[in-house]
């Protein structure tokens, strides 16, 4: 069951009331130019256009590389990234990971919320502790994992 209610809207239910969640994981490299000013704009206009697509996630930022979690509905998640795309402030868009699950959402509260490179390790080991269902678990496990492997080592290194 999920411990967050869910007012994401349109999603389908599963029988166990858990929504059919599509998520997607990229990293793309910043444009130059692109600084704490123009994320901010990148997470304003994230907060006004998740909620109505019923998407929810978190950006980490750091050392001019982007790192997104984007979970929602597929259809809403795979428009969003065409759109996301072609946007002029990232290029070198590397899509890591992608699939659909009926689970709980990773970050129901979050219509996108900005994480420092630093702080990304934190978020998932806090998401991880609190993660009900085994789907969450296994996938913050895979994701700590790439973090620990080298993967982000970069940014993290900011
Ligand atoms: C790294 C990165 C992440 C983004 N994430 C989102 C997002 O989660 N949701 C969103 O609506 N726009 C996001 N955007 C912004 C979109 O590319 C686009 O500017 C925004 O949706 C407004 O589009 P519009 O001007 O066509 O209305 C992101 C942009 C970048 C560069």
């Known amino acids: 069951m999920s411990a967050h209610p869910l007012h994401h809207g349109d999603e389908p239910l599963s029988g166990q009331g858990m929504p059919l969640l599509y998520n ?3 990293c793309s490299q910043a444009s130059d ?3 704490a000013a123009a994320v901010d704009h990148i997470i304003a206009a994230s907060r006004r256009g998740n909620p109505p697509r019923g998407i929810t996630g978190l950006l980490v930022f750091g050392s001019g590389i982007f790192f997104q979690w984007l979970e929602g509905p597929r259809d809403s998640v795979l428009a969003l990234m065409s759109h996301l795309k072609k946007d002029p402030r990232h290029h070198n868009v590397v899509l890591l990971t992608s699939g659909e699950e009926v689970r709980e959402r990773l970050f129901p509260d979050w219509d996108m919320e900005l994480v420092t490179a630093e702080a990304v390790r934190d978020v998932l080991v ?5 993660a009900q269902d085994p789907r969450n678990a296994d996938a913050l496990r895979a994701l700590l994992q790439r973090l620990d492997a080298g993967l982000l080592g970069d940014a993290a290194r900011g």
């Open 24 to 26: 997607l994981v990229y």
């Open 33 to 35: 130019g692109v600084g």
């Open 126 to 130: 806090d998401a991880l502790d609190s």
